[in-house]
Antibody, heavy 122, light 107 residues
Framework: QVHLVQSGADVKKPGASVKVSCKAS????????IHWLRQAPGQGLEWMGV????????YYAQKFQGRVAMTRDTSTSTVYMELSDIRSDDTAVYYC???????????????WGQGTMVTVSS | DIQMTQSPSAMSASVGDRVTITCRAS??????LAWFQQKPGKVPKRLIY???SLQSGVPSRFSGSGSGTEFTLTISSLQPEDFATYYC?????????FGQGTKVEIK
């Protein structure tokens, strides 16, 4: 069975960094891109960026440029998203989700992680 | 960035009603459009991909249509388990963008 399993909830102080992991299983890790999205309490879904586990090419939404870093470890089939200098409006559930990496793929975000609640509070 | 304008933002409907939700893209996105359902406290679930392809395991009362800039999600006969929030997503170009969501509530 295909799964994306994320790390557990975290509480951070403003100005700190938070790192969320997303471990893939049940499929070929390098055949799918991993996207990161988030959802603030009571709000809609927001796309943060994407990493290609195969070649490690990355695209970040401009809103997060300079504060976000997405990395991968192919030996453990795990992708990481680190957000730095966090503030109260970064409080949200963070999700990873996969997309087939073949050219012109129209098969996006079929499988999601369970979500990771990140709370920013002093 | 491509803006996705979803309407309505909320609606009340009864079991058995036909429900239509629309997403309009600020520029053409071919058929790189997906629809998701989200219930409170749950992970979003993909219903439709490639604008009109039904996700495996999703009831056939859900359908998607459209291309270019106008897209529609239709629920042919609303069931109790369909009360949720629905989002469209364009993935034609980065940054990917979602519609603001449609909350379907019980009338």
């Amino acid at each position: 069975q295909v799964h994306l399993v994320q790390s557990g909830a975290d509480v951070k102080k403003p100005g700190a960094s938070v790192k969320v992991s997303c471990k893939a299983s049940g499929y070929t890790f390098t055949s799918y891109l991993i996207h990161w999205l988030r959802q603030a309490p009571g709000q809609g879904l927001e796309w943060m960026g994407v990493i290609n586990p195969s070649g490690a090419s990355i695209y970040y939404a401009q809103k997060f440029q300079g504060r976000v870093a997405m990395t991968r470890d192919t030996s453990t089939s795990t992708v990481y998203m680190e957000l730095s200098d966090i503030r109260s409006d970064d409080t949200a559930v963070y999700y990873c989700a996969r997309e087939q990496s073949s050219p012109y793929s129209n098969d996006a975000l079929d499988i999601w992680g369970q979500g990771t609640m990140v709370t920013v509070s002093s | 960035d491509i803006q996705m304008t979803q309407s309505p933002s909320a609606m009340s409907a009864s079991v058995g009603d036909r429900v239509t939700i629309t997403c309009r893209a600020s520029q053409g996105i071919n058929n790189y459009l997906a629809w998701f359902q989200q219930k409170p406290g749950k992970v979003p679930k993909r219903l439709i991909y490639a604008a009109s392809s039904l996700q495996s395991g999703v009831p056939s009362r859900f359908s998607g249509s459209g291309s270019g800039t106008e897209f529609t999600l239709t629920i042919s006969s609303l069931q109790p388990e369909d009360f949720a929030t629905y989002y469209c997503l364009q993935h034609n170009s980065y940054p990917w963008t979602f519609g603001q969501g449609t909350k379907v509530e019980i009338k």
